[in-house]
């Protein structure tokens, strides 16, 4: 453990005070020194933009069956013709959200898997571990990394 007057000239945060000196008061105190945590943004949009494109389809789906159903339809009475103006809205209603639900979510899980895979990448290029080494003939610092 450093000296009394070091941790106290680091606890006033004298400019000069060295990195392994510090490094070594952390350790002691029992402070982890680690990588801070990714965002789960990326994460979440690029799950949320899945959902979209399935919920796409499952409207597409929809509409499908609908216009199934206006096929197969009864065109004889006016009153006929009204429930087909009916399915008619309700399938262009169904087609028109399963474009906005894909387009949506194509857009949107593309640039959160972007910027997942950018993230991983940049996390896994910067990793470093600081931990204290016992050895044979004294102790030290341990500084382990890695490199994609």
């Given at each position: 453990m450093p000296a009394r007057r070091y941790v106290s000239e680091l606890e006033a945060g004298k400019p000069t005070c060295q990195i392994g000196k510090a490094i070594t008061v952390a350790v002691?105190?029992?402070?982890?020194?680690?990588?801070?945590?990714?965002?789960?943004?990326?994460?979440?949009?690029?799950?949320?933009?899945?959902?979209?494109?399935l919920v796409?389809?499952?409207?597409?789906?929809?509409?499908?069956?609908?216009?199934?159903?206006i096929d197969d339809a009864p065109?004889?009475?006016p009153a006929d013709f009204d429930a087909i103006k009916e399915l008619e809205r309700s399938a262009d209603s169904y087609a028109?959200?399963?474009?906005?639900?894909?387009?949506?979510?194509?857009?949107?899980?593309?640039?959160?898997a972007y910027?997942?895979?950018?993230?991983?990448?940049?996390?896994?290029?910067?990793?470093?571990?600081?931990?204290?080494?016992?050895?044979d003939h004294g102790a030290g610092i341990a500084i382990t990394g890695s490199t994609p």
């Open positions: 002691e105190l029992g402070i982890v020194i680690d990588q801070p945590s990714r965002s789960p943004l990326p994460m979440i949009g690029a799950i949320t933009g899945g959902a979209f494109v796409g389809f499952l409207c597409w789906g929809k509409a499908s069956s609908l216009q199934s159903d065109a004889n009475t028109g959200a399963g474009n906005f639900l894909f387009v949506a979510g194509a857009v949107l899980g593309g640039f959160s910027y997942l895979v950018k993230n991983r990448r940049k996390h896994a290029s910067t990793t470093a571990l600081i931990g204290p080494a016992l050895f």
